[in-house]
């Protein structure tokens, strides 16, 4: 565990608990959406590759 985490945790427990809360729920959304676009852009691309392999080699 960093440093950074290490106090983010210890901030949990005083009156900044909402703030840290809030940011750690920003931060988990954001990842949530990159890893769903990479996700359906893979599969897209893979789609095409398999209907299409033989133009685009």
């Not at 954001?30 to 990479?38: A, F, I, M, P």
Request: proline share 2%.
């Amino acid at each position: 565990m960093t440093m950074k985490n290490t106090v983010i945790d210890a901030l949990c427990w005083t009156p900044l608990a909402s703030i840290i809360r809030y940011s750690r729920k920003r931060i988990i959304n954001k990842r949530t959406s990159e890893n769903y676009d990479v996700r359906r852009i893979r599969e897209l691309l893979n789609k095409i590759m398999t209907a299409h392999g033989d133009m685009l080699s």
